[in-house]
C-alpha cells in the first residue's frame, strides 16, 4: 500500500489549495479514504471523509462548508479542496486508509495560512 500526496505550501488566508493523494497496492474502490492533518504542537484529528461504499462524506465541524473531499476511483486518487483558509488550518495533512487492519499515512505535505 503507498499514498503519495502533492499540493501544500503557502497560502494567505482566505485562500484555497488543494491536495491529491494517488493510492496504488489495493483495490482502492473498496476502501474508505480520510484526511488528517496535525497542527503544531497538537495532536492528528480528522478533517474529512469519503466512504468507499456510496462515496457519503463526512466533515470536522471547523472545515465545513469550506473542505471538500472528492475520489476518482478510475484514477485511484482522492483530493481535498480547500476554501476560505484560516491561520488555524495551518497543519501536516496526511491522507489515510485502513486496509487488512492497518492503517496508512501519506508522506504529509504542509499547509501554512498566513499573511
Known amino acids: 500500500v503507498q499514498l503519495v500526496e502533492s499540493g501544500g505550501g503557502l497560502v494567505q488566508p482566505g485562500g484555497s489549495l488543494r491536495l491529491s493523494c494517488a493510492a496504488s497496492?489495493?483495490?482502492?474502490?473498496?476502501?474508505?479514504v480520510s484526511w488528517y492533518r496535525q497542527p503544531p504542537g497538537k495532536e492528528r484529528e480528522v478533517v474529512v471523509t469519503?466512504?468507499?461504499?456510496?462515496?457519503?462524506?463526512n466533515s470536522a465541524d471547523a472545515v465545513k462548508g469550506r473542505f471538500t473531499i472528492s475520489r476518482d476511483n478510475a484514477k485511484n486518487t482522492v483530493s481535498i479542496k480547500m476554501n476560505s483558509l484560516k491561520p488555524e488550518d495551518t497543519a501536516v495533512y496526511y491522507c489515510?486508509?485502513?486496509?487488512?487492519?492497518?492503517?496508512?499515512w501519506g508522506q504529509g505535505p504542509q499547509v501554512t495560512v498566513s499573511s
Open positions: 489515510s486508509v485502513r486496509v487488512w487492519g492497518r492503517e496508512y
Open positions: 469519503i466512504l468507499s461504499a456510496d462515496g457519503s462524506k
Open positions: 497496492g489495493f483495490t482502492f474502490s473498496s476502501y474508505t
